[in-house]
Structures are given as C-alpha cells and as structure tokens.
C-alpha cells in the first residue's frame, strides 16, 4: 500500500485527518505522525495525536515531535512559542474542542526527531509517500533545507494551507497555517518541492454540520462520543464567526482525502510565493518571477468535488468510529 505521512497541529480538523487516514487504511499505511504547531504547542499536538491513535486501537503508529517555533523566532529571546489567542478560540485550550479524552500510555514516550524520520521515508519510499502537512510548515521546510535531495526524491506534498482566490481565516490576506511560519511556507513554495495546495478555496466549501455529528453520537461508542463532542465545538465556532460557510469547514481531512485521490479536487498550476511583509504577510499569491516559468511546481487546488468527498468522510470515520 502506498505510505502517508502527517504532519500535524492536533487540533480539531488535524484529528479528523487523523480518522480520515485511519478510515481509509486498505488504500493507504499511515507509517507517522510528525508534530508541528499552530493550533496548539507541538508537546500538545503530540500528546493529543497519541491520545487520538489510542482511542482509535492504533498505538502501533509512532509520533515524532518537529520544529516547535517558526524559523524567525527566537525562543531564546521571546520565551516558548505559545498559540494566539485566536487558536486557542477556534481549537480550545486542549486543542479538542474542550471534549474528554484519555492520555494515550505512550504519552511521556516521544523522542525523535520528526525531521529525521521525513527525511528516511522520503529516501525509502520515495513517490510511494505522500506527505500532508496541516499545521505551521516549519518541520517541512526544515526537511528540504536539511535535505535537499527530498525535493526530488518522488515524494509528494499535499498540505493544507493558503488562500489564492478567497480572503484569508487570520487577516484579509492570510490562512492561519501559512501565517504561522510564513518563512517556511515561501521557501516550501519556492523550492521547487511538488506540493498540491489544499486550501481556503476549496475546503470552505466543505462544510459538516450537527447533522454529521448526531450520526457518530448514535454509534454510542467512546470514539463516537468524543467526535462528537469535539466538532461540535468546531461547528459552534463557524456558526459565530464565519455563519456563511454552513457548518465548519473540513480542511485538514479534505487534504488528507486529496492526498489519497487528487481526482478529488480540480488544480491549477501556479508557481507561488508568501508575502513577507506588511498587511499582507502570509497570503499566497503567485510569484511574478515564476510565472512564465512553463514548469508549475506547485498545484493550487480551486475545485472539488464536494457531495463525493463528504460521502467518503461520513462512511470512512463513521466505520471507523463504530469500533
Ligand atoms: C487550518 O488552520 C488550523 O486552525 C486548522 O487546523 C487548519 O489546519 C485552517 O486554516
Ligand atoms: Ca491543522
């Protein structure tokens, strides 16, 4: 079977991701989970990706903590790299939602370098790998400086991040996961890696409501019961904020589902940069040097196909959840 890798600020929709993969394990092994931050600190993200594997039966699954600062930040400075207010509204202070769930028995175990075990599976399995990074980009970037042979070692990226045609989540121009690190982002973008771009455009099109929720809560199963409540938080928050999208928008698994079957959504091919400074810093946009440049690296995706993909979100993890 093909190889998955996630990369991921767990977070409500990065465990959704999580019960996508899963869900979806005679196409795809999940062989890690890296942890980056953003929605959460990465020691946060890790021990909430351990608790979710647990609660799914799968402690076989190794997590490795990544770079836990964006590449401009000095901690030795600025203290440890802590999440805005803002995520800490949209994820809630446990990153779930506020909604209960056990501490995985590998909790304390972690070590590793997440970049490291990139690298090597990029190297092992070469164009059988596939790589969704969901969170601050920082850990990727910091594989293809590190590596540079990566970039061309047959590995796919499909991440979540970036607005191209719609505003952005955090400010006018910029998606929270590109804002994070948006350093990291550019040079991801602009290092030639090939990289599908999963973001605004499409998955706020995605949108899951209380209907999809009652469905696990009926299961009454633990898993059922701890989706629920989790994304009914999610669901909560866009209601308030963004009551235009419907429900709340399912960005993380849509990239993880793309990532399996990118027929799933329509891309065009712009070679993209970050902005870096002013009102602007963090938005996606096309890169005006690159633009004639007849090899598009990068593929921004601005359709999908959404009644097929909310189709094998419910079944996947409602099968999964059952358990
Ligand atoms: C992205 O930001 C995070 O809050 C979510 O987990 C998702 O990855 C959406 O902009
Ligand atoms: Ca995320």
């Known amino acids: 079977a093909r190889k998955l890798i996630l990369d991921l600020d767990t977070g409500i929709d990065d465990t959704l991701a999580i019960a996508y993969a899963l869900g979806s394990a005679d196409e795809v092994d999940l062989i890690g989970i890296t942890g980056t931050y953003g929605n959460v600190t990465v020691r946060r993200g890790v021990r909430n990706s351990l608790a979710v594997l647990h609660l799914f039966g799968r402690d076989d699954v190794p997590v490795y903590p990544g770079v836990d600062h964006p590449l401009a930040y000095d901690p030795a400075v600025n203290g440890p790299w802590e999440p805005s207010a803002g995520s800490v509204a949209v994820h809630a202070p446990n990153g779930v939602g ?12 972690p070590d590793g370098s997440a970049v490291d075990f990139i690298i090597d599976a990029a190297r092992t399995y070469g164009e059988n790998l596939v790589i969704v990074p969901t969170g601050a980009m920082t850990t990727m970037a910091t594989v293809l400086k590190t590596a540079p042979d990566i970039r061309d070692s047959g590995a796919r990226i499909t991440l979540m991040g970036g607005a191209l045609t719609v505003p952005g989540n955090v400010s006018p121009g910029a998606e929270a996961n590109i804002s994070q690190d948006p350093e990291a982002a550019d040079y991801l973008f602009r290092c030639g890696a090939r990289t599908t771009m999963i973001g605004l455009d499409v998955t706020h099109q995605t949108a899951l409501t209380r209907k999809g929720t009652a469905v696990w809560r009926a299961l009454g199963t633990p898993a059922g019961d701890f989706l629920a409540d989790m994304t009914d938080y999610y669901i909560d928050f866009y209601l308030a904020h963004q009551p235009e999208i419907g429900g709340c928008g399912l960005h993380d698994p849509l990239a993880v589902a793309a990532a399996l079957d990118p027929m799933l959504v329509t ?57």
């Not at 209960?100 to 590998?106: A, K, L, M, N, V």
């Not at 602007?280 to 690296?297: C, E, N, Q, S």
């Open 98 to 109: 506020g909604a209960t769930i056990p501490d995985s028995p590998r909790a304390s175990e």
């Open 267 to 323: 891309t065009l091919g712009v070679n993209l940069k970050v902005d870096l400074d002013g009102a602007f810093r963090g938005r996606t946009i096309g890169d005006r040097a690159r633009l004639a440049d007849p090899d598009k690296h990068t593929q921004v995706a601005l359709g999908v196909d959404v009644p097929e993909f909310l189709e094998r979100f419910m079944t996947r993890i409602t099968a999964l959840a059952a358990k």
